[in-house]
T-cell receptor, first 113, second 115 residues
Framework: DTGVSQDPRHKITKRGQNVTFRCDPI?????LYWYRQTLGQGPEFLTY????????KSRLLSNRFSAERPKGSFSTLEIQRTEQGDSAMYLC???????????FGSGTRLTVV | AQSVTQLDSQVPVFEEAPVELRCNYS??????LFWYVQYPNQGLQLLLK??????LVKSINGFEAEFNKSQTSFHLRKPSVHISDTAEYFC?????????????FGAGTRLFVKA
């Protein structure tokens, strides 16, 4: 198993464009999480899936953000009409059960210019 | 709701000196506690965790943390640090409950080990 994979590693986009990130979790992990990390801060929770069901969304996740996990495997996070404030590292993590802790991917760094 | 406070944003220390990174949490329910480490340009890695039982937990690279319920703390310690321990360390808490949950992270403590 190669761990949690995120693609792309870096994304530079113009304000107002849409972007989509992909996360491939560890195959047997049924839980998948998206976090956002800005410089000098800890990761902030965005949303979480158990299998294909999205069970919780943060208030940080405005209506410009949408996440899917269509078959309970990989997940996508889409940001529509990007703003400069969306610039951050977007982290994906997966776990089997909550007490095991998370396995994080290396993240996608988004820069909105 | 849970919250985590890491009391020091940066901790400079000389190599081979002891270090303590402080973490306090608040929660109305029982929790699991974690420390994660993030090296430059990498994702977070789980360092150690407290689930239940012995309040002192240890990692494979010499770090340890002690759960103190009365003080709602989970401080991370190492008796002798190495240059390679330079990284950002995040304390995290998640509620012990079934169904949906999320892990809340502190703002991080940057450990800088000097030669």
């Amino acid at each position: 198993d190669t761990g949690v994979s995120q693609d792309p590693r870096h994304k530079i986009t113009k304000r107002g464009q849409n972007v989509t990130f992909r996360c491939d979790p560890i195959s047997e992990h049924n839980r998948l999480y998206w976090y956002r990390q800005t410089l000098g801060q800890g990761p902030e929770f965005l949303t979480y899936f158990q299998n294909e069901a999205q069970l919780e969304k943060s208030r940080l996740l405005s209506n410009r953000f949408s996440a899917e996990r269509p078959k309970g495997s990989f997940s996508t996070l889409e940001i529509q009409r990007t703003e400069q404030g969306d610039s951050a590292m977007y982290l994906c993590a997966s776990s089997l059960v909550q007490s095991y802790g998370y396995t994080f991917g290396s993240g996608t760094r988004l820069t909105v210019v | 709701a849970q919250s985590v406070t890491q009391l020091d944003s940066q901790v400079p220390v000389f190599e081979e000196a002891p270090v303590e990174l402080r973490c306090n949490y608040s929660s109305s329910v029982s929790v699991y506690l974690f420390w994660y480490v993030q090296y430059p340009n990498q994702g977070l890695q789980l360092l150690l965790k407290y689930l239940s039982g012995s309040t002192l937990v240890k990692s494979i690279n010499g770090f340890e943390a002690e759960f103190n319920k009365s003080q709602t703390s989970f401080h991370l310690r190492k008796p002798s640090v190495h240059i390679s321990d330079t990284a950002e360390y995040f304390c995290a808490v998640s509620a012990r409950r079934e169904g949906g949950f999320k892990t809340i992270f502190g703002a991080g403590t940057r450990l800088f080990v000097k030669a």
